[in-house]
């Protein structure tokens, strides 16, 4: 029917005239009340927005001299943040000499990493940036 036929119609029932294709030919309407329409659009998008889960990057710190139970500490601390399904980024800072000594940090993110890989993978496996050795660890899939 013609665009005006559709309108009287909508009008006839206290409706709206909703337009679903408007690059078909010819173009195809709906008659439906918009703002009830609306209303369920935003009540879907609400729903679902509530559903996602958003992926966040937690970050740990370690310096190449730590102990051992701080390491301990700081890998639970990390398999808290993976469980949650955060990735975590792992950084082993160098200051003033230390940087002579990178391998001794190399070791230190080494040992931390193998204490996480049974729930963890390397997203991102160790490189330098300035005085930092970063490594990052994603969540393995369920």
């Given at each position: 029917m013609s665009?005006?036929?559709?309108?009287?119609?909508a009008n006839q029932y206290d409706l709206d005239?909703?337009?679903?294709?408007?690059?078909?030919?010819p173009p195809v309407c709906k008659i439906i009340n918009y703002?009830?329409?609306?209303?369920?659009?935003q009540k879907r998008a609400k729903?679902?927005?509530?559903?996602?889960h958003i992926v966040e990057i937690k970050e740990v710190q370690l310096t190449p001299q730590i102990g051992a139970h701080d390491l301990a500490?700081?890998?639970r601390a990390a398999l808290k943040f993976l469980e949650d399904g955060d990735k975590v980024k792992v950084g082993v800072r160098f200051r003033g000499r230390q940087m002579q000594h990178i391998d001794v940090g190399q070791e230190v993110l080494d040992k931390f990493i193998a204490g996480l890989?049974?729930?963890?993978?390397?997203?991102k496996p160790a490189a330098m940036d300035n005085r930092w050795l970063i490594a990052i660890l994603a969540p393995k899939k369920k």
């Open positions: 665009s005006r036929e559709a309108q009287f119609k005239l909703l337009c679903v294709a408007p690059d078909a030919q703002s009830k329409y609306r209303f369920e659009q729903e679902a927005k509530k559903n996602q500490t700081k890998q890989l049974e729930i963890a993978i390397i997203e």
